[in-house]
């Protein structure tokens, strides 16, 4: 028994910021964030936009895409670092708006991995005969985590959902799943905030309790990123006696177009078949997989069949990959 991607679906918020508009309010430029990161704009939730709305638009569209109903929904895994609530989950949110009572819901915060943890974890239950229709979704609203005043970091983020529905298949499917974690790169990309700590400093915007940002040490954190999820590649294939010219798309974490183009070389794959998505939403986190994954899909590069590996490095750090049978 497999698991397999029988939908895709994806959101994106309608406020652009462009390059253009950062330019306007901090010290940098179109063509520094373009040749630096590969980003041109991206997308800002509305005032009363919530990351459940974001993700119920993707998981809809993924339903839709699959056939399925809401109803038919019998487990819900969302990974996200942004919920709304604390508790309860965002899987649980989620699971109250499309009216699936009953199914397990539950959220990770993996960071940018979350959807690809999401994903393994969903495969199991699917492969176990656990769940015969498992929404896997990533979604992210990085914008109110995102300071504004700093350029290092305010550049690369964007929100955004993707949604994928996992059904039972006796075709492959999910090949594999790779999962790792190094606690001991956390310094290197963080955000404070967590209620355990108690009140963290930073502004509190309409008498919210104060949250720190998102922090970043780039240029550490693109080495480390390069370095493993090249390691993550070559496990990936070891593990399904493979090598490299299998594969038909690399659908990898959006969070740098230079990372991108290492793991692509890294592969010896032509930037051809990989899905770049990036310049028009920027790092969205988790969301940044399956909304490569359903841009891909739905603009017709991707195709049944088609051999695609996906992998992801974020906060943490955390990473992982798939290998999976369109
Ligand atoms: O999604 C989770 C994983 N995240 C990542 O994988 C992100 C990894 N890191 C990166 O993508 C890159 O490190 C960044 C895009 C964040 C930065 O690019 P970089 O090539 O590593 O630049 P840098 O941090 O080494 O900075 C180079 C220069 C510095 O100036 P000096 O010290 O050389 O004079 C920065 O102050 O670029 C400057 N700089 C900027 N200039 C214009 C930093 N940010 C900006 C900016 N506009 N927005």
């Known amino acids: 028994m497999y698991s397999r991607i029988v939908g895709t679906g994806s959101y994106l918020p309608e406020r652009v910021l462009t390059n253009f508009d950062l330019e306007k309010c901090m010290d940098t430029s179109d063509a520094w964030i373009r040749e630096r990161t590969g980003i041109e704009r991206r997308h800002i939730a509305a005032p009363g936009e919530s990351n459940t709305d974001m993700a119920e638009r993707a998981s809809r569209a993924a339903l839709a895409a699959a056939g399925m109903q809401p109803a038919d929904v019998d487990l819900i895994a969302v990974g996200t670092t942004t919920p709304d609530l604390v508790f309860p989950n965002a899987g649980t949110l989620l699971q109250e708006r499309l009216g699936c009572r009953g199914a397990p819901a539950f959220s990770l915060e993996a960071a940018c991995s979350g959807f690809i ?34 350029r290092s970091t305010a550049i690369l983020f964007g929100d955004g959902a993707g949604a994928v529905v996992l059904a039972p298949s006796s075709e492959p499917g999910i090949l594999s799943t790779h999962l790792h974690a190094d606690g001991s790169y956390q310094h290197l990309l963080y955000c404070t905030g ?47 006696h493979m090598d490299c010219s299998a ?36 790092n969205t986190s988790t969301a940044s997989v399956p909304l490569a994954l359903d841009i891909g899909t739905r603009d017709g590069r991707i195709k049944r069949g088609d051999l695609l590996l996906l992998e992801a490095l974020g906060g943490g750090v955390t990473w992982g990959s798939a290998l999976l049978r369109y």
């Open 117 to 150: 943890y999401a994903l393994a974890i969903a495969d199991k239950f699917v492969r176990a005969g656990d769940s015969r229709c498992a929404l896997v979704v990533g979604s992210e609203i990085l914008s109110r985590i995102t300071d504004y005043s700093d």
């Open 247 to 282: 594969i038909d798309w690399l659908v990898p974490h959006q969070a740098n177009y230079r990372i991108i183009q290492a793991s692509a070389k890294k592969l010896g794959l032509p930037l051809e078949r990989v899905i770049v998505t990036i310049q028009e939403h920027g």
């Open 194 to 240: 967590g209620p355990a700590r108690g009140a963290a400093p930073g502004p509190a915007p309409n008498g919210l309790p104060p949250m720190d940002y998102v922090r970043m040490h780039g240029s550490e954190v693109f080495r480390v990123a390069v370095t493993l999820l090249g390691r993550i590649v070559d496990e990936t294939l070891a593990a399904n």
